[in-house]
């Protein structure tokens, strides 16, 4: 996003934001501010967390302040840069450099949040909020993907639940046996196609890095997946509906949708779908690591939501927003997270318990993330838009794999450049 973008959102956002200044009350005592984006468990976790925050620390304490997905990050940003608003925030990570740049949030102070012990107890994935030597956030919890699995589905085509697919080519395998088609028309897909969900983070870094290339450079400022490996990964996502009639993008409109109403054998989804999914009566699903290719090479993405010291946060208020960043960051509250959220410990000494790396359901999230990537998008949204017209390009339009990587390459580096300056 481009400093004028931002100073429009800053404009066009103050006057309907409506919020009050909060003030300390007391030398004695002193009130924060904490946000988040409305998601109905994440905001019952975070209460709970709040409630035992303060229960410890007595002179402290926290208000809770959601906001609707859709309009969460042109608040936080009108907010903040008038000053107002949290003391502490969460923020997407692919936000950070909009925030870090705009002198928003500030670095996490290393009395309380020392680099050396942040990368030795958090995954490396986690290294994506440091910026020029600084941390400026933590995450709670963090997701990455897994292949999720109809039990029934596979049983009824004489595979076994027990055994899902662990390579590319068997994940082909199993979708042409549990495909079903009426009149020609497909009426349960054998795997899922929706680059508007996940699938474009698939594709991205785990597909064109199994295929034998790197989607950018180190630092994400270019691109590279315009290459053979980044055509042969398009291509063998395309072909799932093309050739190999297996899939097909926009059946039953959403991915995950087709999944729960039990019209498809798999799905690639992260963590955020577990709660979902089982809630649903009477249906028997399985997760997976992602498949690996022929040489069992293995890739993932992982993402999460951080939080951050907003620049408001001075003196007393601070040092309450220390402690509370401990305390959302801490150990204790991770397993309530996963209890409550079902997302993933950001710590490895919380999500290598033997308890959870044995779970059928979270152990595949969890072994993925010590080979997971992030990438740190310059415009998520931008870049996820780039890769769907893409891939529409080759199944709408006939457009070959390699010259569809091509003008998605060229497009999203002029992207690139243009926000990142």
């Given at each position: 996003?481009?400093?004028?973008?931002?100073?429009?959102?800053?404009?066009?956002?103050?006057?309907a934001?409506?919020?009050?200044?909060?003030?300390?009350?007391s030398?004695?005592a002193?009130?924060i501010?904490?946000w988040?984006?409305v998601f109905?468990t994440?905001v019952?976790?975070m209460?709970?967390l709040?409630?035992?925050f303060?229960?410890?620390n007595?002179g402290i304490?926290?208000?809770?302040t959601?906001?609707?997905?859709?309009?969460y990050?042109t608040?936080?940003?009108?907010?903040?840069?008038?000053?107002i608003g949290p003391?502490?925030v969460q923020?997407?990570?692919?936000?950070?450099?909009l925030f870090?740049?705009a002198?928003?949030?500030?670095?996490l102070p290393k009395?309380?949040?020392?680099t050396?012990?942040?990368e030795k107890?958090?995954?490396p994935?986690v290294?994506a909020?440091?910026?020029n030597g600084?941390?400026y956030a933590?995450?709670?919890?963090?997701?990455?993907l897994a292949?999720?699995?109809n039990?029934?589905?596979?049983q009824?085509?004489g595979?076994d639940?027990a055994k899902?697919?662990?390579?590319?080519?068997?994940l082909l395998?199993?979708?042409?046996k549990?495909?079903?088609?009426e009149?020609g028309?497909m009426?349960s897909?054998?795997?899922t196609?929706?680059?508007?969900?996940?699938?474009?983070?698939?594709w991205?870094?785990?597909?064109?890095?199994?295929?034998?290339?790197v989607?950018?450079?180190?630092d994400y400022?270019?691109v590279?997946y315009?290459?053979?490996?980044?055509?042969?990964?398009?291509?063998?996502?395309?072909d799932?509906q093309?050739?190999?009639?297996v899939?097909q993008?926009?059946f039953m409109?959403?991915g995950q949708?087709a999944f729960?109403?039990?019209?498809?054998?798999?799905?690639?989804?992260?963590?955020?779908r577990?709660g979902?999914?089982?809630?649903?009566?009477?249906?028997?699903?399985?997760v997976?690591?992602l498949p690996?290719?022929?040489e069992g090479m293995?890739s993932n993405?992982?993402?999460?939501?951080t939080?951050a010291?907003t620049a408001?946060a001075?003196?007393?208020k601070l040092?309450?927003?220390?402690?509370?960043l401990?305390?959302?960051?801490?150990?204790?509250?991770?397993?309530?997270?996963?209890d409550?959220v079902g997302?993933?410990?950001?710590r490895r000494?919380v999500?290598?318990?033997?308890q959870?790396?044995?779970?059928?359901?979270?152990?595949?999230?969890?072994k993925?993330?010590d080979?997971s990537?992030v990438?740190?998008?310059?415009d998520?949204?931008a870049?996820?838009?780039i890769?769907m017209?893409?891939?529409?390009?080759?199944l709408i339009?006939?457009?070959?794999?390699?010259?569809?990587?091509?003008?998605?390459a060229?497009?999203?580096?002029a992207?690139?450049d243009?926000v990142?300056k």
């Amino acid at each position: 996003m481009s400093m004028r973008r931002l100073r429009d959102i800053i404009g066009g956002s103050l006057i309907a934001l409506g919020i009050a200044v909060s003030g300390a009350g007391s030398a004695q005592a002193v009130e924060i501010e904490y946000w988040q984006y409305v998601f109905d468990t994440r905001v019952k976790a975070m209460n709970r967390l709040i409630e035992e925050f303060q229960a410890a620390n007595p002179g402290i304490t926290v208000k809770h302040t959601t906001f609707p997905y859709a309009d969460y990050q042109t608040k936080v940003i009108a907010s903040a840069s008038a000053g107002i608003g949290p003391d502490v925030v969460q923020l997407f990570y692919g936000w950070l450099d909009l925030f870090v740049n705009a002198k928003l949030v500030q670095p996490l102070p290393k009395d309380t949040f020392p680099t050396e012990a942040i990368e030795k107890d958090f995954f490396p994935i986690v290294q994506a909020m440091k910026r020029n030597g600084e941390y400026y956030a933590l995450p709670t919890a963090v997701r990455s993907l897994a292949l999720f699995y109809n039990k029934k589905l596979f049983q009824e085509a004489g595979l076994d639940p027990a055994k899902p697919p662990q390579t590319l080519t068997e994940l082909l395998d199993a979708a042409k046996k549990t495909v079903k088609m009426e009149s020609g028309n497909m009426v349960s897909a054998g795997i899922t196609m929706d680059m508007a969900g996940q699938d474009h983070q698939w594709w991205r870094e785990v597909l064109v890095r199994q295929y034998g290339g790197v989607p950018y450079s180190d630092d994400y400022r270019k691109v590279t997946y315009n290459d053979k490996a980044g055509a042969d990964a398009l291509k063998f996502y395309t072909d799932l509906q093309t050739s190999e009639k297996v899939g097909q993008m926009g059946f039953m409109d959403e991915g995950q949708a087709a999944f729960r109403a039990g019209r498809a054998a798999m799905t690639i989804d992260g963590t955020f779908r577990i709660g979902s999914f089982k809630t649903i009566k009477d249906f028997e699903w399985g997760v997976a690591e992602l498949p690996a290719n022929a040489e069992g090479m293995r890739s993932n993405y992982a993402s999460y939501w951080t939080n951050a010291i907003t620049a408001k946060a001075k003196g007393e208020k601070l040092e309450a927003a220390k402690k509370f960043l401990a305390f959302v960051s801490s150990p204790k509250a991770m397993e309530l997270w996963l209890d409550a959220v079902g997302e993933l410990p950001a710590r490895r000494e919380v999500a290598q318990k033997p308890q959870y790396m044995n779970d059928p359901v979270y152990g595949p999230f969890l072994k993925a993330l010590d080979y997971s990537k992030v990438t740190l998008f310059v415009d998520e949204q931008a870049q996820r838009q780039i890769t769907m017209d893409m891939t529409n390009r080759v199944l709408i339009q006939g457009q070959e794999p390699q010259a569809a990587v091509d003008q998605a390459a060229k497009e999203e580096q002029a992207l690139i450049d243009r926000v990142a300056k």
